[in-house]
């Protein structure tokens, strides 16, 4: 009779011990969840944070950049004259003092090997301006430690090479018959060319030579003059286009791009790029794939582009054409570096 008690004894503990077991599992998955979680988010909230380090470090460097060149402009000025309010008038103190001063300084009379280029962050500068006889610009604060020289690059062995630093195709290109970005050296000392030097951030600012413990950051950068390039968003004609036409003017759509002195393009690669690039606005003929065919334009379809033109629209949005485009014969000295449309306002 003892023995029915027992066997419902042990019934109800094994039933105990499967519950209690059951219940060590979920509280286990629980945990191994709430950890994988806050372990993910602490990921995400890093990566965040130093996204946010980065930004803000960006903005400090183009602050620090805008700033040099605002000061330079107040260095190279006489006092604002007595009645500028509300607008401070600075009248430059020589006819030299009316650009910013560029850095390599181009002999005079010459042609620069770079055109563009209006300074870069490199070490020469911290000892030279302002200076009342080199001039009143601001010097970069740059280090001796280059972007782009191996021998410079960081601890964990990154650098940033002379076709990164020309993405933009501002620099004149060393191959002109590829779509690469490499950029010429002509003129500029190995290893470091023309690439700029980097500028080390610090609690107290940028610093020439700050100890490597106060380093927060880095940054280096090259100016570069926009203000005489086409925009290719919208420059160009069809080759049949005649001088009732292209002659009004007006508009940047006119642009003779086989005009551009040694740059210029044939009249095959100028209908190309207009083809290309308004293909759905004009609708030329024949096939994009030069050199063995190209596309071409009838009176119809020149017309259609001419009076899409004269329709003044608010954009022409150029998508990435080096690198998109079997064509390969883009020099890059006239290509705008904005990635947003340009407004025809």
């Known amino acids: 009779m003892n023995r029915l008690p ?36 602490r990921q995400v909230a ?12 960006a903005q400090s460097a183009m ?37 910013p001063m560029r850095n390599p300084t181009p002999t005079p009379g ?28 601001v010097g970069s604060r740059a280090s001796g430690v280059n972007s782009t020289n191996p021998a410079d690059a960081s601890a964990n062995g990154r650098s940033i090479s002379l076709a990164r630093w020309n993405s933009h ?54 100016v570069y003059d926009e203000g005489g390039l086409l925009d290719m968003n919208a420059a160009g004609y069809p080759s049949p286009t005649t001088i009732l036409q292209y002659g009004r003017k007006g508009s940047l759509a006119f642009a003779d791009l086989a005009g ?9 690669a ?17 096939a994009l794939n030069p050199p063995s ?3 071409s334009f009838g009176a119809d379809a020149t017309n259609t582009y001419y009076n899409f033109v004269l329709s003044d629209p608010n954009y022409i949005q150029l998508t990435n054409y080096f690198t998109g485009s079997p064509l390969t014969y883009f020099t890059n000295s006239f290509l705008r570096t904005s990635k947003a449309p340009v407004f025809n306002n």
């Not at 500068?125 to 001039?135: I, K, M, Q």
């Not at 018959?177 to 951030?201: C, E, H, L, Q, R």
């Not at 551009?260 to 095959?268: H, P, Q, V």
């Not at 100028?270 to 024949?286: E, F, I, K, L």
């Open 6 to 41: 027992k066997a419902v004894s042990s019934r109800e503990n094994a039933a105990a011990l499967i519950i209690v077991l059951a219940f060590v599992v979920l509280l286990t998955g629980l945990g191994v969840a709430y950890l994988s979680r806050t372990t993910s988010d």
């Open 46 to 57: 890093h990566s965040s944070f130093s996204q946010s380090n980065v930004d803000q470090l």
């Open 63 to 99: 602050d620090n950049i805008i700033g040099d060149l605002r000061q330079e402009i107040t260095n190279g000025s006489g006092s604002p004259s007595p009645t500028a309010s509300p607008v401070a008038l600075f009248v430059p103190t020589s006819n030299a003092n009316m650009l």
């Open 110 to 137: 010459t042609t620069p090997a770079i055109p563009n280029l209006i300074r870069r962050s490199v070490r020469s500068e911290a000892s030279l301006w302002p200076d009342p006889v080199n001039g009143p610009a």
């Open 169 to 222: 195709y501002l620099v004149p290109k060393l191959n002109t018959t590829d779509a690469g970005s490499d950029p010429i050296t002509t003129g500029f000392n190995a290893p470091n060319y023309w690439a700029p030097d980097w500028v080390f951030v610090t609690a107290a600012g940028a610093t020439p030579s700050p100890a490597p413990a106060n380093v927060i950051g880095r940054y280096a950068y090259a």
């Open 260 to 268: 551009l002195s040694s740059y210029g393009l044939s009249t095959a």
């Open 270 to 286: 100028s209908d190309n790029v207009v083809g290309w690039r308004n293909y759905a606005s004009c609708q030329p003929s024949g």
């Open 293 to 295: 065919s190209n596309l």
